[in-house]
Every structure is written in C-alpha cells, then in structure tokens.
C-alpha cells in the first residue's frame, strides 16, 4: 500500500521559510513524477511544484523564485523549501505521486495534508 506522510507545515510571519517534507512509501516513489499542490481556504486546489524522476522541475508563476522542489531518491522523500513567504501563501499544502508530470490529474496517491500560515 503506498503512503504518503507529510510534515513541516506550521506557522511563520511574512518574509520567512518552511521546508515541507513528504515521505513515500513503496518503490512508486522513484519512478514517478511528484508534484506539491495547495488549497487555500475557499479556493481551488493549486498545482505549485513538480519535479519528475529525472529531476525536472517546474512551479507555478505565484512561486517561482520563492520555492525549491527537490527529491531525495535514497529516503523515498520529496521537498518543498519556501522562502519569502507571503500572506498569500497561506493554504494546505499537499504532495502527490502519479505518471503524468505537471498535470492537475487527481488520479495517483495523495498525502494528508499540511497546514502552512503565514501571518502580514
């Protein structure tokens, strides 16, 4: 069964940094593509990050040059390290492993979720 298990949410003023784990479990891990979304409060699910098992990465316009997608294959581990933060990046954020990179396909696994707060 694959898991995907989160960490590092949390909450940080405006102009700080987070670093957000995901942990997956299985052997998926290393021969996907894994993506970071977000999903504020009243808003649609936002694809953020992505990075496919060759280490091509993409962001979203809102984060880039803020954030860093990065995997570490050996610890089965994908991160998503967010400096300067701002009020609007506030949200729940999820990992997600599936087939298809940068894609807002819902089919794959899905963590549980992690809350980021930025406070202005």
């Known amino acids: 069964q694959v898991q995907l298990v989160e960490s590092g949410g949390g909450l940080v003023q405006a102009g700080g940094s987070l670093r957000l784990s995901c942990t997956v479990s299985?052997?998926?891990?290393?021969?996907?593509?894994m993506h970071w979304y977000r999903q504020a409060a009243g808003k649609q699910r936002e694809l953020v990050a992505a990075?496919?098992?060759?280490?091509?990465?993409k962001y979203a316009d809102s984060v880039k040059g803020r954030f860093t997608v990065s995997r570490d294959t050996a610890n089965n581990t994908v991160y998503l390290q967010m400096k300067s933060l701002k009020a609007e990046d506030t949200a729940v954020y999820y990992c997600h492993v599936g087939t298809i990179f940068w894609t807002t396909d819902i089919r794959g696994y899905w963590g549980q979720g992690t809350q980021v707060t930025v406070s202005s």
């Open positions: 990075i496919s098992s060759g280490g091509t990465t």
């Open positions: 299985g052997s998926i891990f290393s021969n996907n593509v």
